[in-house]
Nanobody, 123 residues
Framework: VQLQASGGGSVQAGDSLTLSCTIS????????MAWFRQVPGKEREFVAG????????YYAESMRGRFAVSRGNARDTVYLQMNSLKPEDTAVYFC?????????????????WGQGTQVTVSS
């Protein structure tokens, strides 16, 4: 599985940004998928995820209501819509998939990772 994350950039606080994660060689069907983020010196943090069946979407509490994750119609792209961005949202954002779990907040449960895309939010 190869994942490609894109859409990062530099924005002002309060702005919106949409990240994309595209999978190569197959669709996301049957794979648990999640977005994580990481800042230097800190552990990778769960942001949002879609269960392997696609029937469950879940968020980290601090992102609930501001972020929305969805799948494209072709099931080969997952989007992370981020609204009302704050400077503390500044991080490298990664997408990841897992074959052995249906859903998880734990980075170690995910076995394929995209390369990350930088999001910088200025105050």
């Amino acid at each position: 599985v190869q994942l490609q994350a894109s859409g990062g950039g530099s924005v002002q606080a309060g702005d919106s940004l949409t990240l994309s994660c595209t999978i190569s060689g197959r669709t996301f069907n049957g794979l648990a998928m999640a977005w994580f983020r990481q800042v230097p010196g800190k552990e990778r943090e769960f942001v949002a995820g879609i269960s392997g069946s696609g029937g469950s979407i879940y968020y980290a509490e601090s992102m609930r209501g501001r972020f929305a994750v969805s799948r494209g119609n072709a099931r080969d792209t997952v989007y992370l819509q981020m609204n009302s961005l704050k400077p503390e949202d500044t991080a490298v954002y990664f997408c990841a998939t897992a074959r052995r779990v249906s859903r998880s907040h734990v980075p170690g449960r995910y076995d394929s990772w995209g390369q990350g895309t930088q999001v910088t939010v200025s105050s």
